[in-house]
């Protein structure tokens, strides 16, 4: 009888600490910041809403959700600083691209978004009560802090996996940027993508290059790797004498980075990869093995941005 009250007793208590985890009172409701317009590209629609309220669709759709706290908050603070700065430059008229709003949901081209509903499906309904909260609360905790340079709004640029060292900006945009530079990353080995593969017919290799009146002469040879930027990725390589830049070949055939070697087989270009996105910047898992290791959000900002400050704008 002891036993089974115990059991009850037990039994009650998860019972409460669930109810409270995912439906508990705290946390929930608007987080604030200043208004914001974002252009919803796949509804062609403008929604407005508070900037933090924003930043939790913006955290969904860039960045693991069961990170460490303090890469979250890492991750919350540079896309705050990327929302505002996008806000700053557009002030008058909007996004000459997006004129509807000063941000849209395209991750191409501003940052991506996700709405509740869209979170839900990602998720699942369970881990949604979680994760959104945890989301929310890493922008509560930093909010309205952004990182400055010099006193100006940075462009905080982040990838997902640098592969071992983060690149120079000015490999990958033509001005460089000094809190930009290349930094080592030795925690970002967890990622699901370091290493990548992907096998290429060879009548699409040749045809996507338009070098397929050279198919006949094509060998093991026919590829050459030019140039590498002083990270190790790939700056030039020349097909049959023809020649393209790593990203031009990144973008092609969709590799996870120009971080790659290649092996020529009887019928297929095999690209090998280390690390995925543009390697400028902060490194999400890098951040994510950071915070691991009880790195804060700030010190997390100040690896990968170098000589930047953090500023609370609200
Ligand atoms: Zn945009
Ligand atoms: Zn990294």
Same mark, same amino acid.
């Given at each position: 009888m002891k036993?089974?009250?115990?059991?009850?007793?037990?039994?009650?208590?998860?019972?409460v600490f669930?109810?409270?985890?995912y439906?508990g009172?705290w !946390?929930? #409701?608007?987080?604030g910041?200043?208004?914001?317009?974002? *252009? @919803?590209v796949?509804e062609?629609?403008?929604?407005?809403m508070p900037?933090e309220?924003?930043?939790?669709?913006?955290l969904a759709?860039?960045?693991?959700?069961r990170f460490?706290e303090?890469?979250?908050?890492a991750?919350a603070i540079?896309a705050r600083t990327?929302a505002l700065?996008?806000?700053?430059a557009f002030?008058?008229g909007g996004?000459?691209?997006?004129?509807q709003?000063?941000?849209?949901t395209n991750?191409g081209?501003c940052?991506g978004?996700?709405?509740?509903?869209?979170?839900?499906?990602?998720w699942?309904?369970?881990?949604?009560?979680?994760?959104?909260?945890?989301?929310?609360h890493?922008l509560?905790?930093?909010?309205?802090?952004v990182?400055?340079?010099?006193?100006?709004?940075i462009?905080?640029v982040y990838?997902?996996?640098c592969?071992?060292?983060? !690149?120079? #900006?000015?490999?990958?945009?033509?001005?460089?940027?000094? *809190? @930009?530079?290349?930094v080592s990353c030795?925690l970002?080995q967890?990622?699901?993508?370091?290493h990548?593969?992907i096998?290429?017919p060879l009548?699409d290799?040749?045809?996507?290059?338009?070098l397929?009146s050279n198919?006949?002469?094509?060998?093991?040879?026919?590829l050459?790797l030019l140039?590498?930027t002083?990270?190790?990725r790939?700056?030039?390589?020349?097909v049959?004498?023809?020649?393209?830049?790593?990203g031009?070949?990144?973008?092609?055939?969709g590799?996870?980075?120009t971080?790659f070697?290649w092996?020529v087989?009887?019928?297929?270009?095999?690209f090998h990869t280390?690390?995925y996105?543009?390697?400028v910047g902060?490194c999400?898992?890098?951040?994510?093995g950071?915070a691991?290791n009880?790195?804060k959000a700030?010190?997390?900002?100040?690896?990968y941005?170098?000589g930047i400050?953090l500023d609370?704008m609200?």
């Amino acid at each position: 009888m002891k036993k089974f009250s115990l059991f009850l007793l037990f039994a009650f208590a998860l019972g409460v600490f669930l109810l409270l985890k995912y439906f508990g009172p705290w !946390e929930s #409701g608007s987080i604030g910041g200043p208004l914001i317009h974002v *252009y @919803l590209v796949a509804e062609n629609k403008t929604l407005q809403m508070p900037l933090e309220d924003y930043l939790v669709g913006v955290l969904a759709a860039e960045v693991p959700a069961r990170f460490e706290e303090e890469a979250l908050k890492a991750q919350a603070i540079a896309a705050r600083t990327y929302a505002l700065k996008k806000t700053e430059a557009f002030k008058d008229g909007g996004n000459p691209v997006h004129p509807q709003g000063e941000v849209c949901t395209n991750p191409g081209h501003c940052q991506g978004w996700l709405s509740s509903k869209e979170m839900k499906e990602k998720w699942g309904w369970l881990k949604y009560r979680e994760y959104e909260r945890k989301l929310q609360h890493a922008l509560r905790e930093t909010q309205g802090v952004v990182a400055k340079f010099q006193g100006r709004l940075i462009d905080p640029v982040y990838h997902s996996t640098c592969g071992g060292r983060t !690149e120079n #900006g000015d490999q990958v945009w033509t001005h460089s940027v000094p *809190y @930009l530079t290349s930094v080592s990353c030795l925690l970002d080995q967890e990622a699901p993508k370091y290493h990548g593969e992907i096998a290429v017919p060879l009548n699409d290799f040749l045809g996507r290059l338009d070098l397929n009146s050279n198919a006949k002469s094509f060998n093991a040879s026919s590829l050459r790797l030019l140039a590498k930027t002083e990270t190790g990725r790939v700056k030039s390589i020349s097909v049959l004498g023809k020649t393209f830049s790593g990203g031009e070949i990144r973008s092609k055939f969709g590799l996870n980075s120009t971080n790659f070697t290649w092996e020529v087989t009887k019928d297929a270009v095999v690209f090998h990869t280390t690390g995925y996105g543009h390697g400028v910047g902060l490194c999400q898992y890098g951040a994510n093995g950071m915070a691991k290791n009880g790195a804060k959000a700030e010190e997390i900002l100040q690896h990968y941005y170098q000589g930047i400050t953090l500023d609370k704008m609200y």
